[in-house]
């Protein structure tokens, strides 16, 4: 199957600064790549869907200015962190879809992130 | 407002039993069910995908069956191990829209 390569898998940072966070499609053109944020032992919740070169679609509740997306390319898809605070400390995923297969998405192996 | 709901929410079982997860949908008109592996810290790992116009896929162990007309998914698992321990996730993949709809999840334990 398709491969999505996330990165980093984890992250600890002081809390202010901001983070970034890459996910990359490895052999498929990603036109649509999509952010999920878990809390511990709760389900996936989408923050947002951005399709190459357009911003991105944000979730209701989700700060648009907090989470910074950019998918300028392809094959890559940008999730940046602002000024993040301990309350951000969470683990997110990226997912990919293809224009083939549009109703099929790919997932990355997500990042922990743990804001101090 | 389409939701999945999964029961339950978390299940422990002795090695060798066979077993049936929940996933249940709102929304009938959904184009696909998929179920995902979760272990803990982990990404997500694709189990079983199931096309509205089909009723069932089985990988090994696993089965999967859908039923749109009363909103139902059901992940079984055959001759369970330890190994199979983890968060089973079901999503269900609506075209209005074009997001995965995720339920919460059952955590399963398997106990040697």
């Known amino acids: 199957g398709a491969v999505v390569s996330q990165h980093p898998s984890r992250v600890i940072c002081k809390s202010g600064t901001s983070v970034k966070i890459e996910c990359r499609s490895l052999?498929?053109?990603?036109?649509?790549m999509f952010w999920y944020r878990q809390f511990p032992k709760q389900s996936l919740m989408l923050m947002a869907t951005?399709?190459?070169?357009?911003?991105?679609?944000?979730e209701q509740g989700v700060e648009k200015d907090k989470f910074l997306i950019n998918h300028a390319s392809l094959t890559l898809s940008t999730l940046t962190v602002t000024s993040a605070h301990p309350e951000d400390s969470s683990f997110y995923i990226c997912?990919?879809?293809?224009?083939?297969?549009?109703?099929?998405?790919?997932f990355g192996a997500g990042t922990r992130l743990s804001v101090l | 407002k389409q939701e999945v709901t999964q029961i339950p929410a978390a299940l422990s079982v002795p090695e060798g039993e066979n077993l049936v997860l929940n996933c249940s949908f709102t929304?009938?008109?959904?184009?696909?069910l998929q179920w995902f592996r979760q272990d803990p810290g982990k990404g997500l790992t694709s189990l079983l995908l199931?096309?509205?116009?089909?009723r069932e896929q089985t990988s090994g162990r696993l089965n999967a069956s859908l039923d749109k007309s009363s909103g139902r998914s059901t992940l079984y698992i055959a001759a369970s191990q330890p190994g199979d321990s983890a968060t089973y996730l079901c999503?269900?993949?609506?075209?209005?829209?074009?997001?995965?709809?995720f339920g919460q999840g059952t955590e399963l334990s398997v106990k040697p």
């Open positions: 199931i096309q509205s116009s089909q």
């Open positions: 951005s399709n190459e070169g357009s911003k991105a679609t944000y």
């Open positions: 997912s990919a879809r293809g224009a083939l297969a549009k109703n099929i998405q790919y």
């Open positions: 999503a269900g993949y609506y075209n209005q829209g074009g997001k995965l709809i």
């Open positions: 052999d498929f053109q990603a036109t649509t």
């Open positions: 929304d009938s008109a959904i184009y696909n």
